[in-house]
Nanobody, 114 residues
Framework: VQLQASGGGLVQPGGSLRLSCAAS????????IGWYRQAPGKQRELIAS???????YHAGSVKGRFAISRDDAKNTVYLQMNSLKPEDTAVYYC?????????WGQGTLVTVSS
């Protein structure tokens, strides 16, 4: 499984961004895809995930502001981020979980600043 994350950038507080995670390879082995983020000096944390069955999870810190979705025709998972705050600044990673292991995409930097 290979993952390609994109869509990061600089945005003002209150703005929006949409991250994309394009998957390729043995997609039928994927149980779920998640978005993680890692802010400077902090541990990487799970903020949203979507299962192969379509069930979604959003961490409390982003619930109501971020939304994970997927387009099966494009083999892509999205993270729509609205009402961004400076504390959302981090490198965002997507991860695909299979029965035996996980695969990481490269990170995409999101900076929320005026």
């Amino acid at each position: 499984v290979q993952l390609q994350a994109s869509g990061g950038g600089l945005v003002q507080p209150g703005g929006s961004l949409r991250l994309s995670c394009a998957a390729s390879g043995r997609l039928f082995t994927i149980n779920a895809i998640g978005w993680y983020r890692q802010a400077p000096g902090k541990q990487r944390e799970l903020i949203a995930s979507i299962s192969s069955g379509g069930s979604t999870y959003h961490a409390g810190s982003v619930k109501g502001r971020f939304a994970i979705s997927r387009d099966d025709a494009k083999n892509t998972v999205y993270l729509q981020m609205n009402s961004l705050k400076p504390e959302d600044t981090a490198v965002y990673y997507c991860n695909a979980r299979t029965e035996n292991t996980g695969y990481w995409g490269q990170g995409t930097l999101v900076t929320v600043s005026s």
